[in-house]
């Protein structure tokens, strides 16, 4: 892995399974839609491979601009850490995130919760 994160220079040796910001999202999609509960990602952070952890936390149904949707809330943290990111993805949406939130211990950093999505056919 080569580039500039930050203004910082990256050079950092492939691993198998590494994954960045955007695919770790995919990854976990994937894994979900494959029946299996993902546990762990390695993760290009700027500048480090990190290794975050996935546990379920839960189930919750969240209102969206789309209507309210049933989720399975995922929590991804590095090992030992307070803070995370929260994920609450619906199944019948192939496990979209409909809601995505950053915490830094109990205090909200950011969140996001979906506005529009159209999804294709699949098989």
Same mark, same amino acid.
């Given at each position: 892995?080569?580039?500039?994160?930050?203004?910082?220079?990256?050079?950092?040796? #492939?691993?198998?399974?590494?994954?960045?910001?955007?695919?770790?999202?995919?990854?976990?999609?994937?894994?979900? #839609?494959?029946?299996?509960?993902?546990?762990?990602?390695?993760?290009?952070? @700027?500048?480090?491979? @990190?290794?975050?952890?996935?546990?379920?936390?839960?189930?919750?149904?969240?209102?969206?601009?789309?209507?309210?949707?049933?989720?399975? #809330?995922?929590?991804?943290?590095?090992?030992?850490?307070?803070?995370?990111?929260?994920?609450?993805?619906?199944? /019948?949406?192939?496990? #979209?995130?409909?809601?995505?939130?950053?915490?830094?211990?109990?205090?909200?950093?950011?969140?996001?919760?979906?506005?529009?999505?159209?999804?294709?056919?699949? /098989?």
């Amino acid at each position: 892995v080569t580039g500039i994160a930050e203004m910082e220079p990256v050079d950092l040796p #492939l691993q198998p399974g590494l994954l960045d910001g955007m695919t770790v999202q995919i990854a976990m999609m994937h894994a979900l #839609l494959s029946g299996h509960t993902p546990s762990h990602f390695l993760m290009v952070d @700027k500048t480090k491979i @990190k290794d975050y952890i996935y546990t379920e936390e839960g189930t919750a149904t969240i209102q969206t601009a789309i209507g309210p949707r049933r989720t399975i #809330l995922y929590r991804s943290s590095r090992p030992g850490s307070e803070d995370g990111t929260w994920f609450w993805c619906a199944p /019948d949406m192939r496990f #979209l995130p409909v809601k995505v939130e950053r915490r830094n211990g109990k205090k909200v950093a950011w969140s996001m919760t979906l506005e529009s999505a159209t999804l294709g056919d699949h /098989d």
